[in-house]
């Protein structure tokens, strides 16, 4: 009898094999919780366990609002009415930390399971809410938060071999992949791209947290989080945007066999965490390079697992809300034996930006010199060359070999200053 | 207490914190199940859950045979005797069907957690050893099966609306893929890729399974049944093998953009399932044909996620051996708290050999004619070309346009014998 003690007792007893109604609570009733509405039906018939969804209530910030989905039996902008109900599932999507994360704690302290689309949540908080799910014996849940649409952090939470995670590279923000696909495929300009993203709703109201990696950075935090790896806020983080790219320099890298993606990249040691978040120029015989307009994938590898490699959709409200309904399925019909600990958490570490390759833009302010040239000046400030592309009338591209960011940008800003030249810079992963 | 009616009364009592000695039986020890054996005290260190891993007994055909781990407590010949155990979890790792079917079945009788990495007999038993597992409340897991390297299986066993599988495309057979690289990248014939592979230990004592698309069959059985798609043996599918490719080929397929591929592809409509195994060309922009050497990986869409993609490396025994410690380790901590049902298996249905476009090689038996008057000897064939490639001196390769292969087949015959062409015909995914 060893899941009595564990199973909160608040829960209706009912035979395991018989059909059994899922009350389901919703905080947050905007785009994503909709869809959780409209697509819980389908979770009945899809599920074979014999479950029937029901939401019973929704914690709203205005009961007013026009919505598209059946009307929960309860609408309400009240928290502590909202938390006297009796749920065997809440699905969080209200964001942002809080009230989201006061209302998660409370319902984990009487044990009602949680699922959670909330990245700053989960970022923040999430190792205290699972240590506190643990000891109320329920679930938190929370893989539509990165990668919504790639069922991987269920793997990484329960299998401890896969989850020894040493490094990783990952496409984790639709909107800026989104934009340079379209400028590569497309042959569009940054702005066109970006008007053609917003067109098709894949955007938030203001694009700059998309574009400039802030929000990639956040979620280099939650993985790093999940991953045992530390507190690793994005202020840490060396972050740049995909802004001032264009169809040239893609061309470019395509020349040399490469694309160029927004990427997260992390390797920890047992010292130090190497760590970036912007654009890098990605060879295009490895997977993230296929991953194209919204795709998002995460590619890791540890010391018993290599080469894993997860992609999937980008987070839209369907998509997103599929998940949300997995991992509500998941809690519901699982129970804990053992209790879960997370990974140690790393001490504090030193972050570091890491060595690697260089692909520099050089624009000219008068007559374009040859490869032969340009290379020259390069070399005088410090910079070894190791190719170069002639890819359009008033540009080159130079690949510099591994060296550390701030020798680079030394380098950049001497150039500038003695050749007046004009240079732009991005990793090569 | 929802969940005291389903657990086994016979697991040993323990409280959930308290750290826990786990008795792991194991069925053969050979390469995997040794590997387990070593690999066991590094799952403890990692699982964080304050377990205690502890290889209790061994089930072997050959006690007398030297091997390389930890020796278990008991190591034996008499199944009677390894039954009469008691075991919080038992890997099977022993192959073919009987007797694993047998011994697994009453294990899992008796309330007992089993792992396999057993693909006959998942394939073969995996649904009636589900049921069974269900109705015993306990646990039947097979991420080793299929894809060993690769935790993709959990995710559609345990989450409905990923599970909603409708069409897929894989690479499942390491060694047919580890001698197309080969020819590939380091420009070998055909025999000494093969020849690499088997001193590098990546093939079975006979080759044929995995180069004839015999093992890949199998695996798209077992696809197939845990997809919910119904029982399709491997002799209802049309299974090429990779024999007679060679660099020429590879080289003319990345001439136009693509790679090949040893490929299983199913897609599933309410009528009929239509499915090929064999090598195919994959447009190089597609994640598959990122997927060398060893590694295998798998793309799927349902109606409600589309284009997820999860690859990793190829089964060895170390891989697989993590992959069924992670399983175990699943199985001992947690409890279906919903009786588990599997997707309604569906009636059978047409199995058939969809449209494809085709890459033909043509060989000439004496003077080569140009591009125009082979496609002219095609389109009085009835093949239509939609574009050629000259590959070198004494070969061309035609894109014919998608027809059924035994359209194409026949029109191949034709042309061998009016006009005495060497013709080898593959499929474009």
Known sequence: MLAQSIVDESTPTTKPAAARTIRVGLIGLGNVNQAVARLAPETERLSGAGVRLRVVSALVRDVGRVRRCPRPARVSTNAEGFLRGHYDVVIEALGPIEPAR???????????????????????????????????????????????GVPFLGAL??????????QFAAIVNGTSNFVLSTIEHQRSSFDAALERAQA??????????????????????????????????????????????????LDAARRTGHT??????????SSAIDA?????????????????????????????????FFSGPGAGPEV??????????????????????????????VVRSPNTGWFVRVQFPGVVPDAHAAQGLFAAAGLTVVSTVDGSVDAQ??????????????????????????LHAIRRL
């Open 102 to 148: 006061t209302l998660v704690a409370r319902l984990l302290g009487r044990g009602v399971p949680v699922v959670t689309a909330n990245k700053a949540l989960v970022a923040a908080h999430g190792r205290e809410l699972t240590a506190l799910a643990a000891r109320r014996a329920t679930s938190f849940r929370y893989e539509a938060s990165a990668l919504a």
């Open 320 to 349: 997103t809300a599929a998940t949300l309904l997995d991992d509500a399925i998941e809690a519901v019909s699982t129970v804990r034996r053992l209790r879960k600990t997370l990974p140690p958490l790393a001490a504090p570490v």
């Open 157 to 166: 939470a329960e299998r401890p071999h896969v989850a020894d995670v040493s």
């Open 260 to 269: 160029i993606k927004p990427v997260v990249y992390g390797a920890r040691s």
């Open 276 to 308: 970036f978040v912007g654009p890098a120029l990605v060879p295009l015989g490895q997977p993230l390079a296929a991953l194209s307009q919204t795709l998002s994938g995460i590619q890791f590898s540890g010391r018993f697992v290599r080469d894993l």
């Open 200 to 249: 098709l709703g894949l955007t938030e109201p203001d694009p700059s947290r998309d574009l400039d990696g802030l929000d990639a950075a956040d979620k280099f935090s939650l993985l790093a989080s999940l991953f045992g790896w530390g507190d690793v806020p994005a202020t840490r983080l060396e972050v740049r945007g995909i802004g001032g790219l264009d169809v040239a320099d």
């Open 397 to 422: 591209w130079l690949s510099v070999a591994p060296m550390p960011p701030a020798g680079v940008q030394r380098a950049l800003a001497q150039l500038r200053h003695t050749h007046r030249l004009a």
